[in-house]
């Protein structure tokens, strides 16, 4: 009688005595006798996998994970700037917002929203407060009678001038600071992510 050992965690014993592949070799894969390949050590053989059975981010989505944490903090100093420019007129960083979208054209709330990736209730108090310190009017809106178009005013235009006769000179020293050639790369790569963002949802 042989004293050899069954190898119990490669092989399991049929009735008949056949060893069969153990649990995780792919069906008609494997040589007789051949050891399984653990599926853990598959999934192991692209980053991306990897990556995901860690729970971890890919190199890519650290990447990504860190433009989003910069682009919070550009949000805040663009606001803290964008404050400081339009305090001397009486106004906010929103409102010049606003009253920059309305100087182009005359709009209704929800397209000034639109433009702006607000809000409709958050733009729709600040037009409040603009139409209320008599820097625009409200307008009938030919395409929509409950929209009305936002208009501005002699006033509103006199305002959203003289900021962005500040903002001007300020964005000039940023814009010499960084360079043409990185501002256009950053451009790119910012436009290349908002048309990731409308397409990859959570």
Avoid at 11 to 28: D, F, I, L, M, Q
Avoid at 50 to 71: C, K
Wanted: proline fraction near 5%; charged fraction near 20%.
């Amino acid at each position: 009688m042989s004293s050899k050992v069954p190898q119990r965690q490669h092989t399991v014993k049929r009735k008949s005595g056949r060893g069969v592949p153990a649990r995780g070799a792919e069906a008609g894969g494997a040589a007789p006798g051949a050891r399984a390949v653990p599926a853990a050590t598959i999934a192991s053989a692209t980053p991306s996998a990897a990556a995901s059975a860690a729970g971890l981010r890919t190199p890519e989505g650290d990447l990504f994970s860190l433009i989003v944490t910069q682009v919070m903090q550009l949000h805040g100093l663009l606001t803290m700037a964008g404050d400081a420019m339009a305090k001397p007129a009486g106004q906010t960083a929103a409102r010049w917002w606003v009253l920059g979208v309305v100087g182009r054209a005359p709009s209704s709330v929800a397209q000034v929203a639109r433009a702006l990736r607000l809000a409709r209730q958050s733009v729709q108090r600040v037009a409040d407060v603009l139409v209320a310190e008599g820097c625009a009017v409200y307008r009938a809106n030919p395409r929509h009678r409950r929209a009305k178009l936002m208009q501005l005013t002699a006033r509103g235009r006199s305002t959203l001038a003289r900021i962005q006769a500040v903002q001007r000179t300020w964005a000039d020293a940023i814009g010499a600071e960084v360079g043409q050639a990185n501002l256009r790369s950053a451009s790119a790569a910012m436009a290349r992510l908002l048309r990731a963002l409308q397409s990859i949802h959570p």
